[in-house]
């Protein structure tokens, strides 16, 4: 966070009034100390005073990130959540201006989970999301901005998302802007179908999807972490550098053998239990529930699913490809995964799931609340429903009409969405008891 007077001064440096360090006078905060002070009579001031009482200057608050104004007590930015702050280094204690390393140790934040990590780190010895780019040929590091490969000088190709064009990591697999699905090897891009352990790349038949080998959930071959048992997975070989994907016990390019990394949490979780409805957001330590829209506190986005830090402009989960969010026909902004309107111009999503309520896109294809199916789809056999329908046309199951699920055929109500049913006799209208196969009244 930067102070700005309203009747500025030359820019000059000099030493914290706090501390001692060589600053820019201009600044209005020490990024060693973090200490508040007049731009331009140097005097130590309360951290949320915008004028002087010493020299009576006045002076406003930006944002370091975006240059967006901010209140003089906010420690995040409410228009891009970036911190305003100097903080202590994770790894040494050093206080660290905002967007910044660690002027002592180097290290940075996480973009993904938080992390600090140290400064030649190849990933995140977290949540494993890959901080360097590697060579498609040879798997060698390469220098941020290079256009070839310092090791085999193969030059250097920025993938772009398949389906929108936004420039993306293509070890990821899915697109955080728009969802879309990639095979990593070969950039195909991949079927709509639900994914399973048996989906393949349709190019080059490269595994899409692999099963949790602690409890059995379907995830892509990037994950880093299973969001319900907090497995975690290596996603680069530690011998050869070489990117991982799926499960491996051994590197496929060196034959280094893999070992399997600790769990996201201290105690972990039963198998197959779910994630907690709730969260503390890494920023402010507001408790919330991340499916039912952002942090109240700071706005913080995280996944309802796997519960990583998201971006503004997100809205499918970089770590474990859940939509987190959709675009507004409106106005094109994003609004966040239980948000019931548009956030930027107020339109109404107008569609909730029919299980739990939650808001929904009308192009969802699964509540990210309930988990329920709301593709539109025969949950046996897959196949195209008709708007209403109370059986599927292809195998004969049946359906509530209100919500799509399967139902016995003999139910009262759904037991997913509690709509009461009604049966009656396609010949006479007459409505017939449930389980009854011969109308009473016309002996159809």
Sequence with gaps: MNAELIHPIQPETGPCPACGREIAWEDGVCPHCGATFCPACRSLMPETATRCPACGAVWAWFCSHCDA??????????????????????????MTPPDEPCPNCGAEPCPDCGTWVPPDATACPACGLPLAEACERCGALLPEGASHCPSCGAPVRKAVCPR???????????????????CPMCGELASEEPLTPETRCRWCGFPLAFACPNCGTILLSTASECPDCGRRFVRRCPSCQRPLFGAPSACPHCAAPIAVPSFVEDAPRAIGAPLPTVATCPNCGTVFRPAEGPCPGCGQRLCPRCRARLWPEEIACPRCGAETGWICPACQAVIPVGVPACPSCGA??????????????????????????????????????????????????????????AVEEDALACSVCGAAFTYVCETCGTELPPGERRCPQCGR
């Excluded at 901010?70 to 995040?76: F, I, N, R, S």
């Excluded at 936004?166 to 899915?174: C, L």
């Design 164 to 182: 929108c064009g936004e420039a993306v990591e293509k070890e990821m697999g899915v697109c955080p802007a728009c969802g879309a699905i990639w």
């Design 348 to 405: 109404d999503l107008g569609f909730a799931c029919p299980r739990c309520g939650t808001p929904v896109a009308e192009t969802t294809l699964r509540c990210p609340q309930c988990g329920l199916d709301l593709s539109g789809r025969c949950p046996a056999c897959g196949a195209e429903l008709p708007e209403g329908a109370d059986a599927c046309p292809a195998c004969g199951q049946a359906l509530c009409p209100e919500c799509g699920s």
């Design 69 to 94: 104004p901010v209140p003089p007590e906010a420690e995040t930015c409410p228009s891009c959540h970036a911190p305003l702050r100097p903080r202590p280094c994770g790894r040494c204690g050093a």
